[in-house]
């Protein structure tokens, strides 16, 4: 359990380093998944309620700092971020600015609604089929289920999501041992931040990120690494149980 300030300093240590490793690449999706898997962790730690509401008004006084420096001194701000993240930041608050920069949220967000509750069929999307989606085969491959299959083809990948979510807080209940609990929330964190990034990020309710969508996005690692990070879950359900 952490209770105390210096218990949560190991923990930041391990993630602050592969967090500006990856945050230098430049990644800042795949960071922000560093820190959600830390925010999972003191959640299951019991984290002191002070400790909390510190990091709580720490992170909103960023966040207010960082909007506040977009809208009163945007000079400084596009010197701080990236050119293709102050694209995406400016395309996510008014898409229909600059159509130019736009055009992949656009395009998503149209193909989507075009599948309305069924779908235009597998391999009969209009917007997919004519290349108007980029990277359908990976990141954007929530796109082609929703214009090909619908909101029904959406809900039953969502609903299968929520399916393992709900199989994995069961393992991270009935282990017997803390330190798997932790890792088993870390996944927990790790698959809810990517699988809420991906569908919102092509809905328009987020920035693009390049965030891969668990099990469904083409690419090796991403695969390699969901699929270890099932095999360490089902080892600790088979060696942590807690004895009836």
Same mark, same amino acid.
């Given at each position: 359990?952490?209770?105390?300030?210096?218990?949560?300093?190991?923990?930041?240590?391990?993630?602050?380093?592969?967090?500006?490793?990856?945050?230098?690449?430049?990644?800042?999706?795949?960071?922000?998944?560093?820190?959600?898997?830390?925010?999972?962790?003191?959640?299951?730690?019991?984290?002191?309620?002070?400790? #909390? !509401?510190?990091?709580?008004? @720490?992170?909103?006084?960023?966040? $207010? *700092?960082? /909007?506040? %420096?977009?809208?009163?001194? &945007?000079?400084?701000?596009?010197?701080?971020?990236?050119?293709?993240?102050?694209?995406?930041?400016?395309?996510?608050?008014?898409?229909?600015?600059?159509?130019?920069?736009?055009?992949?949220?656009?395009?998503?967000?149209?193909?989507?609604?075009?599948?309305?509750?069924?779908?235009?069929?597998?391999?009969?999307?209009?917007?997919?089929?004519?290349?108007?989606?980029?990277?359908?085969?990976?990141? #954007? !491959?929530?796109?082609?289920? @929703?214009?090909?299959?619908?909101? $029904? *083809?959406? /809900?039953? %990948?969502?609903?299968?999501? &929520?399916?393992?979510?709900?199989?994995?807080?069961?393992?991270?209940?009935?282990?017997?041992?803390?330190?798997?609990?932790?890792?088993?929330?870390?996944?927990?964190?790790?698959?809810?931040?990517?699988?809420?990034?991906?569908?919102?990020?092509?809905?328009?309710?987020?920035?693009?990120?390049?965030?891969?969508?668990?099990?469904?996005?083409?690419?090796?690692?991403?695969?390699?690494?969901?699929?270890?990070?099932?095999?360490?879950?089902?080892?600790?359900?088979?060696?942590?149980?807690?004895?009836?």
């Amino acid at each position: 359990m952490i209770f105390k300030f210096k218990d949560i300093l190991p923990i930041g240590l391990l993630i602050t380093v592969p967090f500006f490793i990856v945050l230098t690449q430049p990644d800042l999706g795949t960071s922000i998944v560093f820190v959600c898997i830390f925010l999972g962790m003191l959640w299951i730690g019991n984290v002191r309620v002070t400790h #909390s !509401i510190i990091g709580l008004v @720490g992170l909103a006084s960023m966040i $207010a *700092g960082i /909007t506040a %420096l977009y809208f009163y001194d &945007f000079s400084l701000f596009s010197k701080i971020v990236k050119p293709h993240q102050l694209h995406r930041i400016q395309t996510f608050l008014n898409p229909a600015s600059d159509p130019n920069q736009s055009w992949h949220v656009l395009n998503s967000i149209k193909a989507v609604g075009t599948g309305q509750f069924l779908g235009e069929g597998f391999k009969h999307g209009k917007f997919v089929q004519a290349g108007y989606i980029p990277y359908d085969y990976a990141d #954007s !491959i929530f796109v082609v289920i @929703g214009e090909e299959f619908g909101f $029904a *083809g959406s /809900t039953v %990948l969502i609903l299968l999501y &929520f399916i393992l979510i709900y199989q994995l807080i069961k393992i991270a209940m009935d282990c017997n041992d803390l330190s798997g609990t932790y890792v088993v929330i870390g996944v927990i964190s790790m698959f809810t931040l990517q699988i809420f990034e991906n569908i919102a990020m092509h809905t328009g309710l987020m920035p693009l990120t390049g965030i891969a969508l668990p099990f469904i996005s083409y690419g090796g690692s991403s695969l390699m690494t969901n699929m270890i990070s099932i095999g360490l879950v089902l080892s600790i359900k088979i060696h942590g149980k807690k004895p009836f």
